[in-house]
């Protein structure tokens, strides 16, 4: 094998193998549960032996972790242009990711220590969260917005910490007014942001 093919190889079978294993594992913990899925379960769904799932994660939570990881924000709200509105559609999206069936299952996966000894899946999960929001914050200053928003820390520690505190531990009443009501506690806060 020359230089060359090797490294298209990424774009290719491998490629083709994680898309295909991703998907069957999103179908089947929507529909079973993570509870009640196997790796032989998704290898079948994938079309793929299970050697293969075994070889390349092992055990069904790295491959959730990796799942979660590997899921991208393409179908994330555009912004708007207004502070309140863009920080709503964020939070509400990020709670209908966190909801959706299998959502807290791929959370925690990507998040556990036995997955993760280095903690490295806690920061990748911190780090993607983020930057859902740091555009909107971004883009506010350079508007010049006044008051000034808030600070990304802020905008972790009071709108999306407690959306997956009450998801993640099933609390009625976590719906799309409870996220605006987050939003307009840090929105409508006088003073300058930390």
Avoid at 42 to 70: C, E, F, I, M, P
Avoid at 71 to 85: I, K, N, S, Y
Avoid at 116 to 123: A, I, N, P, Q, V
Avoid at 149 to 174: C, H, K, M, N
């Amino acid at each position: 094998m020359n230089a060359d093919a090797s490294t298209k190889r990424p774009g290719g079978r491998s490629a083709r193998v994680r898309t295909a294993v991703h998907s069957a594992a999103v179908a089947l913990v929507a529909e079973r549960g993570a509870d009640q899925v196997t790796l032989p379960a998704v290898a079948q769904r994938a079309g793929v032996n299970s050697s293969t799932l075994y070889r390349r994660w092992g055990t069904l939570a790295a491959l959730l972790a990796d799942v979660a990881k590997h899921r991208g924000d393409a179908d994330a709200p555009p912004l708007v242009g207004d502070l309140r509105t863009d920080l709503e559609n964020q939070a509400i999206w990020t709670l209908a990711e966190l909801s959706r069936p299998g959502g807290v299952a791929f959370f925690r996966a990507e998040v556990a220590p036995d997955i993760d000894e280095r903690r490295d899946g806690l920061r990748e999960c911190l780090r993607r969260v983020s930057e859902r929001f740091r555009p909107v914050l971004d883009t506010a200053r350079e508007r010049g917005d006044a008051p000034p928003p808030p600070s990304l820390e802020q905008v972790l520690d009071r709108i999306v910490a407690p959306i997956y505190f009450r998801v993640v531990f099933s609390i009625p009443g976590t719906d799309e007014a409870y996220v605006r009501e987050l939003v307009a506690g840090v929105v409508e806060e006088e003073g300058p942001s930390v």
